[in-house]
Each structure stands twice: as structure tokens, then as C-alpha cells.
């Protein structure tokens, strides 16, 4: 079975604590590995796509690793506005079609 | 201007009555989605739909329908809302290709309440 597990649930920060968030998976076919960041109350935005293992986006604060079982956001020195829950989806090519399967997402809180 | 809007933003509403939740974008795209999100369940596909004559089902459709009126407005329909349809509901767009894979565009979302 498809499966993306997030890990953790949740992670509280100190400001300028460093740490990763981790999407683990178990697919066949895939095609890209996206990460998104979601506020209260909002909709999901689109922060990363990762093709294939090896691969490593950045963007600010935000670095996005991939590897043939998981995908890392590496948060380096977080500030409070980092805080919001960052969801991991996997898009692959299956007998029926394409196929997007989110995981529950880490609700990180950043702290001063 | 949001490129992808949803109304209402907030809705309650009781057992049994029909409710729409209508969804526009300005973003170009071809393909659409309508999700639901619970908590600790993540978001689940219900429709979506890849042009205007492609309308599918997606992993949780039972109890809903959707209309896709033109390339930029996809709708949801709960034909006899329930209890436990009360969720928070997300539309997306893409423009998925065949190479170039890129993430979905999701609206503000949807707080449907049903009593």
C-alpha cells in the first residue's frame, strides 16, 4: 500500500534551533516529491518539488533533501514566522494514472 | 487578486440540505481539484478534473458531485450534507505536464459545518 508518514506530528523551536522535518515513503512510480507550508486557516503554498534521490532545493531559511526512501526540510535558524504545519505529498505514475498522496503534515512552532 | 478563490469561506449548514462550494482561478490551468481536509488525516482527494469534458473521481467522491462550468470555475456539491462531510475544503489548480512536474495552487479554503 501508498504510503507518506510525516515525522514528527509537532516540533516546537527556540529561535535559531536548527532541525529537520522528515517525509518517509513507500511508492512505486514516483515522479516528484513536493513540499508545501500551510497556516492556520489557509490553504497549502507551494514551497519545493523534488525529482530523484540526490537531489536538494533551497529557499531562504528552507532546504529540501531527497532520497530513495525520504525527503528532509532542513530548517536552519528558524525564526517565529517560520512556525506553520509543512506538509509533504508524493506524485507518481501508477497503472490507473498520475496519483498525489499527502502525508498529515509537522506543525512546527517557533518560539522566541 | 487571489489566483484561486473559494466561496463561501464559512458555512453551516444542517442534515440533509443540498450545498454548493463554488471554486474560480485566474491562474490558466487546465487540471482542478477539490480536497477535504480533517484533522490528522490530511488532505484527501474527492473530484478533479482535467479539462472542461474530464471529470474524475478521486479516493473519497462518495456523496458528492462536481460540475466544471468552464476552464476557470470547478464547483463541489454535497447533494444531502451529514455530519461527519464537515471538514475544511480546498480547491487547487496545476499545470501539471508531462515532464515538467509542478506543485498545485491551492484557495483559502472552505469551513463547511454540517449540524
Known amino acids: 500500500e501508498d504510503q507518506v508518514t510525516q515525522s514528527p506530528e509537532a516540533l516546537r523551536l527556540q529561535e535559531g534551533e536548527s532541525s529537520s522535518l522528515n517525509c518517509s515513503y513507500t511508492v512505486s512510480g514516483l515522479r516528484g516529491l513536493f513540499w508545501y507550508r500551510q497556516d492556520p486557516g489557509k490553504g497549502p503554498e507551494f514551497l519545493f518539488t523534488l525529482y530523484s534521490a540526490g537531489e536538494e532545493k533551497e529557499k531562504e531559511r528552507l532546504k529540501a533533501t531527497l532520497t530513495k526512501k525520504e525527503s528532509f526540510l532542513h530548517i536552519t535558524a528558524p525564526k517565529p514566522e517560520d512556525s506553520a504545519t509543512y506538509l509533504c505529498?508524493?506524485?507518481?505514475?501508477?497503472?490507473?494514472?498520475?496519483?498525489?498522496?499527502f502525508g498529515t503534515g509537522t506543525q512546527l512552532k517557533v518560539e522566541l | 487578486d487571489a489566483d484561486v478563490t473559494q466561496t463561501p469561506r464559512n458555512r453551516i449548514t444542517k442534515t440533509g440540505k443540498r450545498i454548493m462550494l463554488e471554486c474560480s482561478q485566474t491562474k490558466g490551468h487546465d487540471r482542478m481539484y477539490w480536497y477535504r481536509q480533517d484533522p490528522g488525516l490530511g488532505l484527501q482527494l474527492i473530484y478533479y478534473s482535467f479539462d472542461v469534458k474530464d471529470i474524475n473521481k478521486g479516493e473519497i467522491s462518495d456523496g458528492y458531485s462536481v460540475s466544471r462550468q468552464a476552464q476557470a470555475k470547478f464547483s463541489l456539491s454535497l447533494e444531502s450534507a451529514i455530519p461527519n462531510q464537515t471538514a475544511l475544503y480546498f480547491c487547487a489548480t496545476s499545470d501539471f505536464g508531462h515532464r515538467d512536474i509542478r506543485g498545485q495552487f491551492f484557495g483559502p479554503g472552505t469551513r463547511l459545518t454540517v449540524l
Open positions: 505529498a508524493v506524485y507518481q505514475l501508477t497503472g490507473g494514472g498520475n496519483k498525489l498522496t
